[in-house]
Every structure is written in C-alpha cells, then in structure tokens.
C-alpha cells in the first residue's frame, strides 16, 4: 500500500511539473513590478529572473525609428514636460510620433504616473520604484532585440521576445506603417517563422488580420500572431464561437484581458468562468491573459492572493501563459 501511495504521489507530481513547464510567463514591460516599465533594467531583470518571453510595446518616431514604449505618447512615463514644455499637441498630448530619437534620448524615464489635481506627480502604483530616483532612458525595439539575443547567447538561454504593435491604425494615419517596420525588424534579427520564439499582438483586429493576409507574405514570413483583447463593445463580434473560428484562421492564440474570462465582481466560490478560453483551446489556439500584478488594488477581489490568483487561471481555467508583472513569483508558482 505504502508503495502504491508513493507511486501516486511521484505520479502526480511529475505530472504536475509537466504541466507547469508548459505554461508560458510573459515579462509585462519587463519585470515592471521592481523597476520602471519598458527601460533597458526592467528587461534584463526580467531576462535574469527566467521569464520565458518578454514583452515590448513598439511606437514610431518623426524619424522612423522603433522605440519601446507602453503608449504613443510620452507624457505618463518621461519628463517630457519640462524639457520640451511647447511641443503638446491640442488635445495637451505629448506624441512620440512628433519627436527625433535624439530628442527622446535626452529625455529620462520614470515609474508610471498620473497627474493629480495639483499638477503634481502621483506614481500609479505607490509602492513600486521612486519616480524620479535613478536614471533611466528609452530605447529602441532593436536595442532590446539585440540585449535578449545577446543574453540568450552568454547564457546559453533561449528567452523569446512578444511585441506588440501599438496603435498601428493611428500611425498609418500619421503616414507611417508600424506593423512593417516590426516586421522588417524582426526578419533581420532571424524571426521569421512559427519556429522562431515570437510572438507578434496587438489589439486591432484589421490590423492582425492584414498582417496576416499581406504583410507576412509578402515578407516571405510566417510568425505566430496573437490577437490582444479588451472589455469593450469592439470586441464582441470576435469573441463568440463564430468569432473565434474566423480568428483561428490567421491567429495563433488570443491575449484577452482576465475580466473576459472571470468577470471583475466575481465572488469566490462562485466565478462563472466564461466560455473564451475552452472555445479558444477547442480551436487550436492558445491563450495569454493580462495583467496579473501583485497589488491588492490590481487583484480581482474573488482572489486572496496573486498566488490565488494565479492557481485560478492556471489550474481552474486552464489558460497557456500570462502577462505578468512580477515574472519571479509567477515562475516561483509554477515550481520553475
């Protein structure tokens, strides 16, 4: 009996440590937790703490050239404000597209932030790094491309890169394809089939499917592509069972935010996991959530903890990976 017991315990474990090596944990910004978004430091801490992926949000400036940032505007993350003071836009908007990468070098980079009442800077996550401690810079997609390469060869690791394009349909507004030059980008740095460890996204459902339809192949590219998701009205055709089998069509997977599979005002004990992630799985395509971040204020209140939270998604909902802003308590979970 005592063997049959031992028997069953390895049995589950080793099964358990199967599953867990095939979930997939995306640095979101980088190991944004413990140091400035998207900075040249967060990524490499999140590279160190063995994040499979790590993500980058690629903007384009007046020159052309790729640079990471969450937003295409600068005004949350820089001191923009005060060195370029007359270059807003109406809308008081400080527009990455409008500035040289030179300009955007002399800025420096801080923990997010919004603007209170008083005109003062307020962090939007209190306890996370001091804003304006430091000395942090914006780079460029191939900076970071070239830093995860160059770690993956020191190392002898093989960590992925996940970018997403932002607001490609605002750039081509601008008179500047986004999604090309990532793609360009990419197939200069040896990303070019569904081998390579990328991931493209991005939230505009045109665009994936353009990508898809006439930018890879006429870049003689083959790249898995997700297809990032929020909880508004644009969203509702492509999430239904018919909507999902036309996206499974050109996409590899679906980033949706976690309020689509749990809704936010979920109780424990009763979460009415909606049908997303079993519709997705049942069409082959795989599914990554954001943002699972430690903070009380950013955890849905039907979990105790991040590591409940994260036992949710993982062992009750199944998903593949997630965007996390702590990758080391994630990998820590998942026994890795």
Known sequence: MKQLILGLIIMISTTATAISQDKVVIAHRG?????????????????AMGADYIEQDVVMTKDDQLVVLHDHYLDRVTDVQEKFPDRKREDGRYYVIDFTLDEIRTLDVSERYRINDDGKKVPVFPDRFPLNKSRF????????????????????????????????????QEGKD?????????????????????????????????????????????????????????????????????????????????????????????????????????????????????????????????????????????????FSDFPDRTLKFLGR
């Open 178 to 322: 986004l999604s090309k030059a990532i793609l360009l980008a990419l197939k200069e740095y040896g990303y070019r089939d569904k081998n390579s460890k990328v991931y493209y996204q991005t939230f505009e459902i045109e665009e994936l499917k353009r990508v898809h339809d006439d930018l890879l192949p006429a870049l003689a590219m083959n790249i898995k592509l997700v297809q990032l998701m929020g909880e508004d009205d644009y969203y509702d055709d492509i999430i239904t069972r018919e909507g999902l089998k036309a996206l499974s069509e050109y996409a590899d997977g679906i980033g949706p935010s976690i309020g689509m599979i749990i809704p936010n005002d979920a109780q424990a004990g009763a979460l009415e996991i909606t049908n997303l992630v079993s519709d997705a799985h049942a069409l082959g395509m795989e599914v990554h959530p954001y943002t699972f971040r430690q903070e009380r204020m950013a955890t849905p209140q039907y979990a105790k903890s991040y590591e409940d939270l994260l036992d949710i998604f993982f062992n009750q909902v199944g998903v593949d990976g997630v």
């Open 31 to 47: 190991a944004s937790g413990y140091l400035p978004e998207h900075t040249i430091a967060a990524k490499a801490m999140a590279y």
């Open 137 to 172: 810079k914006v780079h460029t997609f191939e900076e970071e491309i070239e830093l995860v390469q160059g770690l993956n060869k020191s190392t002898g690791g093989d960590i992925g890169i996940y970018p997403e394009a932002k607001s490609p349909a605002f750039h081509l």
